[in-house]
């Protein structure tokens, strides 16, 4: 091997067969390449992890990049630098000299930078007459410029694994709360089913978990929680299909799901009937018009104009089949009126009945809707119109006091035909078309 252009360090520095490998590299460099120093900076920035430097160490690294009077590295040119520990400590921010040392070592040892020691050990520059440099003794940033493909590979990589393991939290994330929901939304209603089985299971993949993730780490972890939640989801729409049927407006039967149709559970305060005459009935609905029916001060829970047919002699007949009278209104209407219940849906989207009711059971707990209120309304007014009321209250959430004893009351309107969810849904949809009043 030639040994022109190696050199050792100076006093008592060991020669080590890295600073050889690091000096040989830089030979190597053709002298038509080039990269810009701040590019390359940037990209060591990125790869130190893979590189084994500390960020003190960079700081160290762009100080003496800083000393080079060229935005470019050449390899035409000398790419010694040769300041004086003073200017470095200048540069960093007054880092101390013995800490200066440390880091230089450390980039020396990593094969970033290779010592040209003069045979005092100081740094300093030999010029010619005409004042270009003809020796320089100091740090050379050959390597670098030797190895900048690698140097980009490896900040490449590491921006990629970062990228990765960011969207492997997030879906972990999002799959943590999907299950957490789902089982404690199962429980809360009584569904059928070994929950508490899915519960520990749970539990023990998240503690699992570890407080640093790698995406080695994160990546079978993902694959089971998603695997546990596609099961408890498979579960819930059994139990969705199962209440479905049941509940189907076309089976006689419906009536007899609920035993106490009038029960109330802790979520929900008891309302009594109150029979009044269609006199009582009609100021009510002429005082919700304009304004005066607020459910937070109201004993009834009239909020939206219905149509109650009447004959001559006021009497309110009763229809011989409820759902008949309550045919379920175009999907498109209903979520022009209730906007608000899509983010509810299977993945933020609702685009058919059945992610409707879907978004609805999910509503239904978070309102405090108790089940057989639900199950309740399902039965009297069919799948679809009880899963519209769930989205009006929703829309509406912040004027009612119970949305439970709403439901039941509304419900209860219905059995008597006396409720209509047309006049509901056209309120609701003018009050979406209204402007909103710009204050000041």
């Not at 101390?96 to 880091?103: D, I, K, N, P």
């Not at 899963?387 to 509406?396: G, P, Q, S, W």
Request: include cysteine.
């Amino acid at each position: 091997m030639e040994t022109d252009g190696i050199t050792t360090p100076f006093g008592r520095r060991a020669m080590t067969l890295g600073m050889l490998a690091s000096q040989a590299i830089a030979k190597s460099v053709p002298p038509d390449a080039s990269v810009d120093k701040w590019k390359l900076y940037r990209w060591l920035c990125e790869a130190r992890p893979k590189l084994g430097i500390s960020d003190r160490a960079l700081s160290v690294l762009n100080a003496l990049m800083s000393f080079y009077p060229k935005t470019d590295l050449a390899g035409s040119d000398g790419l010694v630098v040769f300041p004086s520990n003073a200017q470095l400590s200048l540069r960093t921010h007054g880092m101390a000299e013995t800490t200066l040392r440390r880091h230089l070592a450390a980039l020396v040892e990593s094969g970033l930078l290779t010592r040209r020691d003069s045979p005092n050990g100081k740094r300093y520059v030999r010029r010619d007459p005409q004042g270009a440099i003809g020796e320089a003794f100091g740090f050379s940033l050959a390597p670098l410029l030797a190895r900048a493909e690698e140097i980009e590979q490896l900040a490449a990589e590491v921006v990629a694994e970062r990228l990765l393991l960011q969207r492997l939290r997030e879906r972990v994330t999002l799959v943590r709360r999907d299950i957490a929901k789902l089982i404690g939304t199962a429980l809360e209603d009584g569904l059928a089913g070994d929950w508490m089985r899915y519960e520990a299971d749970f539990r023990v993949l998240v503690l699992a978990l570890p407080r640093v993730p790698t995406p080695e780490i994160l990546t079978p972890a993902l694959a089971a929680l998603e695997a546990l939640r596609a099961e408890i989801i498979n579960h819930l729409e059994r139990q969705v299909i199962l209440k479905k049927s049941a509940g189907n407006a076309g089976q006689t039967e419906r009536h007899k799901q609920n035993s106490k149709p009038d029960s109330s559970s802790d979520f929900e305060p008891h309302f009594e009937s109150k029979q009044g005459g269609d006199a009582e009935r009609e100021q009510e609905r002429v005082a919700v018009q304009h304004g005066n029916g607020d459910e937070k001060t109201s004993g009834r829970y009239s909020q939206w104009p219905v149509d109650v047919p009447t004959t001559a002699k006021g009497v309110h007949p009763q229809p011989a089949n409820v759902s008949d009278a309550l045919k379920p209104y175009p999907l498109g209407l209903v979520l022009q009126a209730c906007p608000e219940i899509v983010a509810f849906g299977p993945g933020g989207a609702i685009s058919s009945w059945r992610d409707l009711m879907t978004a609805a059971v999910v509503v239904r707990s978070m309102l405090a809707v108790s089940a057989s209120a639900y199950e309740n309304a399902c039965a009297i007014l069919g799948p679809e119109n009880a899963a519209t009321v769930i989205a009006c209250i929703l829309e509406r959430a912040g004027h009612i006091n119970s949305a439970g004893g709403y439901l039941r009351d509304l419900t209860r309107r219905a059995e008597r035909g006396e409720f209509s969810l047309g006049p509901m849904l056209m309120a609701l949809t003018r009050a979406n078309e209204k402007p909103v009043r710009q204050v000041g």
